[in-house]
């Protein structure tokens, strides 16, 4: 659910495809998870809402314009303001090449993009089970990838 409440989750989520975020925003509410909701169409963009209010969590689609999202987790890391900052790819590509990317640069997930907003609730539920506000969590690279 998308909310204003003290208790909810800040979210920034990066991504270009309107479609995309509105299937996020129907998962989010499917899944019942209370989020404060903040959209960067682009990478560019991602960087000046993180100087406005840092999140709680981003997700990061990977094909975007100005910077693709390889890019920004890169820079998300190597910044102290940002780097405690758990990041979720967001994306449609599952090819290895993309996911070790991810991995090497400190993304904490990969999360697949899907049709089925049941099955995108699902995984939001697991992401959101972890108790990132408590601590960081870098999963083996064998269970990486959410939605496979």
């Known amino acids: 659910m998308i909310n204003q409440e ?5 979210v920034v ?8 975020v509105l299937i996020f925003e129907l998962a989010v509410e499917k899944a019942r998870i ?12 991602l ?10 969590i981003i997700f990061l689609d990977i094909n975007m314009p100005c910077k693709d999202g390889v890019t ?47 099955d995108l609730a699902e995984n939001l539920k697991r992401i959101f089970t972890v108790e990132w506000k408590r601590y960081m969590y870098y999963p083996p690279i064998n269970q990486f990838i959410v939605g496979n």
Not at 13 to 20: N, S, T, V
Not at 73 to 99: C, D, F, G, L, W
């Open 6 to 10: 003290e208790n909810s989750w800040d």
């Open 13 to 20: 989520l990066a991504e270009d495809d309107k479609d995309d």
């Open 34 to 45: 209370l989020i404060n909701l903040r959209h960067a169409i682009d990478g560019d963009k």
């Open 47 to 56: 960087f000046l809402l993180l100087k406005e209010a840092i999140p709680d």
């Open 72 to 118: 920004c987790i890169a820079e998300i890391r190597q910044n102290p303001e940002y780097n405690h900052v758990p990041v979720i790819m967001y994306t449609s590509y599952n090819h290895s090449q993309k996911v070790e990317a991810a991995y090497k640069n400190g993304a904490n997930f990969y999360l697949l993009k899907t049709e089925s907003i049941v």
